[in-house]
């Protein structure tokens, strides 16, 4: 029974997670939408066939793919050196730690839920099969194999991480030690590739090409090898194949093994981050937000600038800099990256293209910030003065990670693109103008619906309302980016009449959402 009761369980939890989805009209929709943006996706190809195309080099796709892995990877891996990683929900912890199955087991269990959820993780890379196939020419089954390259790499990830707290959480000297090396061995290989790039200029793209194709990246730890693996599977080389898939099994095999080595009893090193889990998890359904988990850097105390409305922003200063190392958020910084990578190869279709599929990939990862978390305090609601203008400055200290985002973002594609100057200034206002768009349009949900139990249907108004606030700047700025009008840049235009249409939408959006400080809702 024992030996059985492993499977059973994951049997049975993948059958209620079908009846839940089934009985749940908002999941149920959700998913048919997404299935249905998934098939249209596929079949969108084949409405305007085209003959005698040229596809670009599907080495730039495999050089690409390998790098979304790396970075994957080594940004998943970090959670070893602070609270380690989690394969287990507080349910595990609490009914299967206490069963008298053995540690292995319950072990396999949590890497098998974690595979699962690592695929499911990586579902957005269907959703590019449209671009993909008509710039590389690419079957929706490769697209699959770099679906399972990611959730391998995700996976892996996850299991390095706990590998690593595991061996350093109880050891500082050795944490440094693996710290270091961590960072060395990302400086170096971003000082080699660097170094490579700059001796010719004028090739950097074909160069890039190169060095993402070349073994020294193929042979870097799991994003490397399974960057190789999908690759292989994309052109099949078999070799390629092999050799990728060999050490991506050789090292589960060996990392598996030496977590049961270093504490057959494993469970009290993996509670913390359970209970951390649960607890954010348990946040979120509550309408609550975790601000930070270990030591914060008090630094200095006390509000010293700010009066009314004002102090909110001087607040979050403070609290930004005490919550967090760096100037942006690492899946901000994921994005970036891939839209960059995604820019490499469609440069020819020009940087409106490139910068629409920037904005879908923002929309999916932008929040309300530091907003949020006051809305869920009295604070906001007692000063006594305008709502709007309380918002306003609720919502100002985000501007300058925006700000960094969209210069970083626009420098590198001006870099690629050839763009000029003033291009770049006014691209990266267009930029700021969405990102303050779409944080009116999560207000404004709010001010709608107010706490709606449906996290599901509440993501597709969300995305339904952005689509429509969004409309009225792309049209009329498309339609005088037609007229034969030039000032300043072929782009200039365009962008700053969507830019001003965008800020007034914004503006009327967060007046129509000011009475959510009205009065404080009861949960």
Do not use: C
């Not at 299991?159 to 959480?169: E, Q």
């Not at 954010?280 to 359904?285: D, E």
């Not at 988990?293 to 403070?318: E, M």
Request: charged residues 15%.
């Amino acid at each position: 029974m024992k030996s059985n009761a492993i499977s059973y369980l994951l049997v049975k939890q993948f059958k209620n997670t079908l009846k839940e989805i089934v009985k749940s009209p908002a999941k149920l929709i959700y998913g048919i939408f997404m299935i249905g943006i998934l098939v249209l996706n596929a079949v969108i190809k084949y409405i305007e066939p085209s003959t005698g195309q040229e596809y670009r080099d599907i080495r730039e796709l495999i050089a690409g793919i390998s790098a979304l892995y790396i970075l994957m990877f080594f940004l998943l891996i970090y959670n070893g050196f602070k609270n380690g990683a989690t394969m287990f929900k507080m349910s595990d912890v609490n009914l299967l730690f206490s069963s008298p199955l053995k540690p292995s087991k319950i072990l396999y269990y949590g890497l098998v839920k974690q595979l699962g959820t690592s695929l499911l993780l990586g579902f957005f890379i269907l959703y590019q099969y449209g671009w993909a196939s008509m710039v590389f020419g690419i079957g929706i089954l490769d697209l699959l194999w770099i679906l399972i390259g990611y959730g391998i790499t995700v996976f892996l990830a996850q299991l390095t991480a706990m590998l690593i707290y595991f061996f350093t959480s109880y050891n500082e000297k050795r944490k440094k030690i693996v710290l270091y090396s961590y960072y060395a061995i990302i400086l170096a290989y971003v000082l080699g590739i660097s170094f490579y790039l700059l001796q010719d200029k004028e090739n950097l793209i074909e160069n890039l090409v190169k060095v993402g194709n070349s073994w020294a990246i193929r042979l870097l730890p799991v994003g490397g090898w399974a960057g190789n693996m999908a690759g292989g599977l994309v052109t099949n080389d078999l070799l390629s194949i092999v050799i990728g898939l060999f050490l991506l099994v050789f090292y589960f095999f060996l990392a598996t093994f030496l977590v049961m080595k270093s504490n057959q009893d494993f469970y009290e090193d993996v509670l913390q981050a359970s209970e951390e889990q649960a607890t954010v998890l348990l946040a979120k359904k509550e309408g609550r937000t975790i601000e930070s988990w270990g030591k914060i850097k008090k630094g200095q105390t006390g509000l010293t600038q700010g009066f009314g409305a004002s102090v909110f922003y001087h607040k979050h200063k403070i609290e930004n800099r005490r919550s967090r190392k760096l100037l942006m958020n690492p899946m901000s910084f994921l994005f970036l990256v891939i839209v960059i990578v995604f820019s490499l190869f469609v440069k020819n279709m020009g940087i409106t293209s490139i910068f629409f599929y920037a904005t879908y990939m923002q929309i999916i990862s932008i929040s309300m910030g530091r907003l949020a978390k006051e809305l869920d305090k009295p604070y906001i609601y007692m000063i006594p003065e305008n709502s709007l203008k309380k918002i306003i400055y609720a919502i100002a200290e985000s501007f300058s990670e925006y700000l960094i985002e969209a210069l970083l973002l626009f420098i590198a594609l001006g870099f690629i693109m050839k763009l000029s100057p003033w291009d770049i200034v006014v691209l990266v206002i267009a930029r700021l103008s969405f990102s303050y768009l779409i944080l009116s349009a999560n207000l404004l949900l709010r001010r709608i619906f107010g706490s709606f139990s449906s996290r599901t249907l509440l993501f597709l108004m969300y995305m339904l309302l952005v689509l429509i606030m969004s409309i009225p700047g792309t049209v009329v700025g498309i339609i005088i980016g037609s007229l034969p009008i030039t000032v300043i840049s072929a782009y200039f235009l365009t962008f700053l009449t969507m830019s001003v249409i965008n800020i007034l939408i914004t503006l009327l959006s967060l007046t129509i959402s000011k009475n959510v400080l009205d009065k404080a809702e009861l949960r």
